[in-house]
C-alpha cells in the first residue's frame, strides 16, 4: 500500500516565515523544486517514485495564502484546507456546488490536510474542486519574483497533471466574480465510492430571471485530460425559457461533447452515457435553488 512506503530520494526542505522568501527560493531553484501544502497528493507520487524534487518549499504557514471572504469580491487563499472552504461556505447558498464538491473530496483527515490550492495545482482531470470552480468562473491570482497575474481557470489547466504556470510561480489565491441573487448550482460525481476519485463529475452554475435562465456555465471532470466547461451545451439553454426537454437536450450535446478515456475506473463508454445523466440532474437541482432565492 501506499501508506506503508517510505520516501527514499533525498531532497533539502524549506519553510519560508514570508511569501516573498518562498517566491526567492523558487526563483533560485526553478524545475528542482515543488511546492508543498497538505502533501495529499505530492507525498503520495514521492512514494510512488512518480516525482523527485530536489527542494521542498512549504507554504503551509505562510499567512498570506490563508484568507477566506464572501461577499462581492469573495475569494479563498491557496493554502485554505478544505475542512476550513467547507465550513465557510458550507451556509453560503450561492456557493452550495463548492461545498458538495468539497464534501466529497475524499476523507475528513485529507480534507483536513488538503487545500484547494494544491488540489487545483496537481491538475487532474478528475479534480472535485475543478468544475464549481470553473462554473463559477474563477481566476487564480498567480505571483512569481516580479509579477502578480490573474489566469482564468478556464486557461489555467493546460494538460494532464499539467497547468500555465512557470516553475517560478504560485498559485496565491482564488477569485470569485459578483454574482446576482437568483443564482443556483450544484455538483455531482460518480465514484466507486462516495469519497473516491470521480469516475464523473459535473457542475451547474444559472442565473434566472423568473422563467428564463440568463447565465448557463457547466463543467465536466473526468472527461478529457482537464477539467472543461460543455460551452455548446451551455448554449442551449442559455437566455431560453426553460421548457420541457430544455435540459435534456442540453445534457445529451453535453455528453457528445466530451472526449473520455477508457481506464481502469471506467469505459469511454459509460462516461459518455453517466455525464449526460449527471449533466440533466445537475442542470434541474441548480434550477430548483436558483428559484428558491427568487421566492
Known sequence: MT???????????????AMEEALHLLDRY?????VIAGGTDLLVQMKLE????????????LPELKVLEDGDKARIGAGVTLSRVLTFFSTKKKFQALSEAIRSLGTVPIRNMGTVGGNLCNASPSADSAPPLLVFDARLKVSSLKEDRVVPLTDFFVNVNQTAMSSNEIVTE??????????GSSFLKIGRVGAGISKVNTAVFLERNRGVCTTCRIALGSVSPVPMRVRAAEEIIAGEKVVSGLFEEAAKIAGEEINPITDIRST??????????????????AWQRAEAFQA
Do not use: W
Request: aromatic share 8%.
Open 174 to 183: 482564488i477569485c470569485f466574480p459578483p454574482m446576482s441573487e437568483s443564482v
Open 50 to 61: 512518480t516525482c523527485s524534487p530536489k527542494v521542498l518549499i512549504s507554504i503551509g504557514k
Open 3 to 17: 501508506n506503508s512506503r517510505i520516501i527514499s530520494n533525498e531532497f533539502e526542505f524549506f519553510e519560508p516565515a
Open 268 to 285: 469511454a463508454h459509460y462516461r459518455r452515457k453517466i455525464a449526460a445523466v449527471l449533466v440533466k440532474e445537475a442542470l434541474e437541482k
Open 30 to 34: 526553478g524545475k528542482d523544486a515543488k
